[in-house]
């Protein structure tokens, strides 16, 4: 089937596009269905009734179950590549998710139209359809706006509004499309570091598939002898956006925070009530802080994502924790009084700074990391009784 479908849109991509051709960009719109759905999507669709052909040029293509996929996504080496569908079957996929599917007509002269088919054609060969894929700066909303951008006859000219407006940082913007999820909004704050509370650029909007639609609609093509006309001449809505009840989650991570905080403080109240100290609970706390810690410098020195270092989070979080384990564990208080003096170091910098760093931190990381300033304080202070 694959191979029949290949042949066929190799066939139809031979000779130029008809008169009656049309290339549209098609939104589609964010869902709560995964977590790579709750930013929407977007595709080029190339229309020729004249030779039968609709075609939905779609840069959002990847194996989940591929080999090596996870790490290769921590570590900022995910391949996308360009998939070719026939619109009614991309247009049925999202219908039955209940994600809205815009297209906006995109206001083209025959040539701009050829050369937006003929680049799209060569794209989707296979030697050329595998790309690195990057989610601020290269990903399936921007590489149509490239496209176009390259192919028009002049230039494609944006609204961005006024040059005083305030413009959001990354981590806002992120962090709204997910507000549905806040165990995703936790985890991207644990692994995304000061970069993304950097104000987002004007033209770096378009990363976002529901911005760049919005993008389009304000923008004209600007012709190298000034002549400017609209960049969009027609919007349709293709598919209703259908608004699935979001369930509130109560067990939210700033609650589990504060319950995780609790539960070490009542055990270090029953401690101190009974005069003794036991080693068990700071052998958990700083097990799960090491290994959490572990990802997070991973993420932070290892992957090439541009977002994820400095990161800020490795104050409290860290493999070091790791080495604090064994000190309590294998080589005696000595070396533990150490690593409990040098952790409540880092944590009083990241409790005192936290207003002047260059990152926003999630709430459910302060009980987080007062679990292990609680913890590292009673150790010296018991030792000491």
Same mark, same amino acid.
């Given at each position: 089937?694959?191979? %029949?479908?290949?042949?066929?849109? &190799?066939?139809?991509?031979?000779?130029?596009? &008809?008169?009656?051709?049309?290339? &549209?960009?098609?939104?589609?719109?964010?869902?709560?269905?995964?977590?790579?759905?709750? +930013?929407?999507?977007?595709?080029?669709?190339? =229309?020729?009734?004249?030779?039968?052909?609709?075609?939905?040029?779609?840069?959002?293509?990847?194996?989940?179950?591929?080999?090596?996929?996870?790490?290769?996504?921590?570590?900022?080496?995910?391949?996308?590549?360009?998939? =070719?569908?026939?619109?009614?079957?991309?247009?049925?996929?999202?219908?039955?998710?209940?994600?809205? =599917?815009?297209?906006?007509?995109?206001?083209?002269?025959?040539?701009?139209?050829?050369?937006?088919?003929?680049?799209?054609? =060569?794209?989707?060969?296979?030697?050329?359809?595998?790309?690195?894929?990057?989610?601020?700066?290269?990903?399936?909303?921007?590489?149509?706006?490239?496209?176009?951008?390259?192919?028009?006859? *002049?230039?494609?000219? +944006?609204?961005?509004?006024?040059?005083?407006?305030?413009?959001?940082?990354?981590?806002?913007?992120?962090?709204? +499309?997910?507000?549905?999820?806040?165990?995703?909004?936790?985890?991207?704050?644990?692994? %995304?570091?000061?970069?993304?509370?950097?104000?987002?650029?004007?033209?770096?909007?378009?990363?976002?598939?529901?911005?760049?639609?919005?993008?389009? #609609?304000?923008?004209?093509?600007?012709?190298?002898?000034?002549?400017?006309?609209? %960049?969009?001449?027609? $919007?349709?809505?293709?598919?209703?956006?259908?608004?699935?009840?979001?369930?509130?989650?109560?067990?939210?991570?700033?609650?589990?925070?504060?319950?995780?905080? #609790?539960?070490? #403080?009542?055990? $270090?109240?029953?401690?101190?009530?009974?005069?003794? !100290?036991?080693?068990?609970?700071?052998?958990?706390?700083?097990?799960? *802080?090491?290994?959490?810690?572990?990802?997070?410098?991973?993420?932070?020195?290892?992957? $090439?994502?541009?977002?994820?270092?400095?990161?800020?989070?490795?104050?409290?979080? !860290?493999?070091?924790?790791?080495?604090?384990?064994?000190?309590?564990?294998?080589?005696?208080?000595?070396?533990?009084?150490?690593? !409990?003096?040098?952790?409540?170091?880092?944590?009083?910098?990241?409790?005192?700074?936290?207003?002047?760093?260059?990152?926003?931190?999630?709430?459910?990381?302060?009980? %987080?990391?007062?679990?292990?300033?609680?913890?590292?304080?009673?150790?010296?202070?018991?030792?000491?009784?």
């Amino acid at each position: 089937m694959l191979l %029949l479908f290949a042949a066929a849109f &190799s066939c139809q991509a031979q000779g130029l596009l &008809s008169d009656s051709a049309r290339v &549209s960009l098609l939104t589609c719109a964010p869902s709560d269905e995964a977590v790579f759905t709750v +930013y929407g999507h977007a595709a080029l669709r190339v =229309v020729d009734p004249v030779r039968k052909m609709d075609w939905v040029f779609n840069y959002g293509i990847f194996d989940f179950n591929g080999p090596g996929f996870v790490y290769r996504f921590a570590k900022g080496e995910t391949d996308y590549r360009l998939g =070719v569908n026939r619109f009614d079957d991309f247009l049925a996929e999202y219908e039955l998710r209940g994600s809205g =599917v815009t297209e906006q007509v995109l206001n083209l002269t025959p040539a701009e139209r050829q050369r937006v088919w003929e680049a799209l054609y =060569v794209n989707a060969q296979p030697e050329n359809a595998v790309y690195r894929y990057n989610f601020f700066f290269d990903n399936c909303a921007t590489r149509p706006a490239a496209i176009i951008e390259k192919c028009v006859n *002049g230039k494609v000219v +944006y609204d961005y509004g006024r040059p005083d407006e305030k413009r959001p940082t990354f981590r806002q913007l992120i962090n709204y +499309y997910m507000r549905h999820q806040p165990w995703a909004i936790f985890g991207t704050e644990l692994a %995304l570091g000061s970069p993304c509370d950097r104000t987002v650029r004007p033209h770096e909007l378009l990363f976002l598939p529901p911005r760049l639609a919005a993008a389009f #609609a304000k923008a004209l093509i600007r012709t190298p002898g000034g002549e400017e006309r609209p %960049l969009v001449s027609a $919007t349709r809505q293709l598919a209703p956006d259908i608004q699935m009840e979001v369930t509130p989650t109560f067990f939210t991570p700033l609650l589990c925070g504060w319950i995780f905080f #609790a539960l070490f #403080a009542a055990l $270090t109240f029953w401690e101190w009530r009974r005069k003794r !100290h036991r080693r068990w609970p700071d052998i958990l706390l700083f097990t799960l *802080g090491g290994l959490a810690g572990c990802v997070v410098f991973f993420l932070a020195f290892i992957s $090439t994502h541009p977002a994820t270092w400095p990161n800020w989070v490795l104050l409290w979080l !860290h493999p070091l924790h790791l080495v604090g384990l064994l000190c309590m564990a294998v080589a005696g208080w000595r070396a533990a009084r150490i690593y !409990h003096v040098f952790n409540l170091c880092l944590l009083a910098v990241f409790f005192l700074g936290w207003p002047f760093l260059p990152q926003t931190f999630n709430p459910a990381f302060f009980p %987080l990391a007062a679990s292990f300033a609680l913890r590292s304080a009673w150790s010296l202070a018991a030792r000491r009784k």
